[in-house]
């Protein structure tokens, strides 16, 4: 049987809110695995059709639901994330630069772009996990992607996916573990700092390490 409401409330981080049915009553749980569209986010007040099944405890949830005009909508990017992709985007030209002057090797503009890949694949991963319920990826794991080099393409897929972004506890540490991996990157650009790399490469070349 087919019901129509509202969308009265809705976390985006998590993946999940409540409809307001047209008839009156207790509002119904929703996840966002049950929607037609799962690439687009529901907002407030969006009017809905959906179904209802009991879940495996006997609690009531809207499953099939599809948004009354067809589509749900599809927001932009807002102004406050489009900072940090940029911030992103600057400091890999910044390397890019450094490794044209033969400030810093190849090797660490390329480290960067491998862990930054592996990051954004990593939150890909983790997103899907929390839109499907299923296992997630440890957050810590998420910050050592982060820690390690990562940190650009991490920055860029917590505001395209939009993944992670207004946890205030984890930007709090994911902004620590940028701190440090930009100290040690500019720690190379110091006299102690460029031996102990030169050191390093030199070892990684011989295959020592």
Same mark, same amino acid.
């Given at each position: 049987?087919?019901?129509?409401?509202?969308?009265?409330?809705?976390?985006?981080?998590?993946?999940?809110?409540?409809?307001?049915?047209?008839?009156?009553?207790?509002?119904?749980?929703?996840?966002?695995?049950?929607?037609?569209?799962?690439?687009?986010?529901?907002?407030?007040?969006?009017?809905?059709?959906?179904? @209802?099944?009991?879940?495996?405890?006997?609690?009531?949830?809207?499953?099939?639901?599809?948004?009354?005009?067809?589509?749900?909508?599809?927001?932009?990017?807002?102004?406050?994330?489009?900072?940090?992709?940029?911030?992103?985007?600057?400091?890999?030209?910044?390397?890019?630069?450094?490794? @044209?002057?033969?400030?810093?090797?190849?090797?660490?503009?390329?480290?960067?772009?491998?862990?930054?890949?592996?990051?954004?694949?990593?939150?890909?991963?983790?997103?899907?996990?929390?839109?499907?319920?299923?296992?997630?990826?440890?957050?810590?794991? @998420?910050?050592?992607?982060?820690?390690?080099?990562?940190?650009?393409?991490?920055?860029?897929?917590?505001?395209?996916?939009?993944?992670?972004?207004?946890?205030?506890?984890?930007?709090?540490?994911?902004?620590?573990?940028?701190?440090?991996?930009?100290?040690?990157?500019?720690?190379?650009?110091?006299?102690?700092?460029?031996?102990? @790399?030169?050191?390093?490469?030199?070892?990684?070349?011989?295959?020592?390490?």
């Amino acid at each position: 049987m087919q019901y129509k409401g509202k969308i009265a409330d809705w976390n985006n981080e998590k993946g999940f809110g409540f409809i307001n049915p047209d008839e009156g009553g207790k509002n119904v749980f929703v996840h966002i695995s049950s929607f037609a569209d799962r690439q687009a986010r529901p907002m407030a007040n969006q009017a809905v059709s959906y179904e @209802l099944k009991a879940d495996e405890k006997g609690r009531i949830q809207a499953i099939k639901v599809v948004c009354s005009t067809g589509r749900f909508a599809r927001t932009a990017l807002p102004m406050y994330a489009v900072f940090p992709l940029i911030f992103s985007v600057f400091f890999i030209f910044f390397l890019a630069l450094m490794v @044209l002057t033969d400030k810093l090797p190849f090797l660490i503009l390329a480290a960067y772009l491998a862990m930054s890949l592996a990051a954004f694949f990593a939150y890909c991963i983790d997103k899907s996990a929390a839109v499907k319920g299923r296992w997630r990826t440890p957050e810590n794991t @998420l910050h050592i992607f982060g820690l390690i080099g990562g940190w650009p393409g991490a920055l860029m897929a917590q505001q395209i996916l939009r993944h992670k972004s207004k946890k205030q506890s984890f930007q709090i540490v994911f902004w620590m573990t940028v701190a440090v991996n930009c100290g040690f990157l500019f720690w190379f650009f110091s006299d102690s700092g460029s031996g102990v @790399l030169r050191s390093i490469l030199h070892a990684a070349s011989k295959g020592l390490i």
